[in-house]
């Protein structure tokens, strides 16, 4: 795998640790190009910018408690990075939850990003709902 490839694939990798999981939305404006466009599949716009692209994580961050996004796979090849992931989440609230249980799977994915200079410029993703 080239250099580039690699670290295509870690920037990636921290959007999801960083951004979706831990909510750290101020890097959306340093691993988002201003004129990023993100196509995900079942909306009905494409995502634009990096507001909007934050505006989706925290929305789906507010709705999905816990909201936890596991990557399983990655392939890199110059500017693209495949990541194929499953995210677990619990949309009930945290008084209503059973102790212990297992959050709720909500969904498992594919996500196609092509990077420039280090950061996204376009994305597509497609997922499907899974049975909780």
């Not at 490839?5 to 988002?32: C, H, M, P, Q, T």
């Not at 990075?81 to 939850?97: C, H, I, K, M, Y």
Request: with cysteine.
């Amino acid at each position: 795998m080239t250099g580039v490839s690699e670290r295509n694939k870690r920037k990636v990798e921290l959007f999801v640790e960083a951004v979706w999981n831990e909510g750290r939305l101020e890097l959306i404006d340093e691993l988002v190009a201003a004129d990023y466009l993100g196509q995900v599949y079942g909306l009905a716009n494409r995502v634009s910018g990096p507001q909007g692209l934050r505006r989706l994580v925290s929305s789906r961050r507010l709705a999905y408690p816990g909201l936890y996004v596991k990557i399983e796979d990655q392939i890199a090849e110059h500017d693209l990075v495949v990541t194929r992931w499953r995210a677990t989440a619990d949309s009930r609230e945290p008084g209503l939850r059973t102790p212990g249980a297992e959050p709720a799977r909500c969904c498992a994915g594919i996500s196609i990003v092509r990077l420039l200079a280090g950061k996204q410029v376009d994305s597509h993703t497609g997922y499907t709902s899974a049975a909780t």
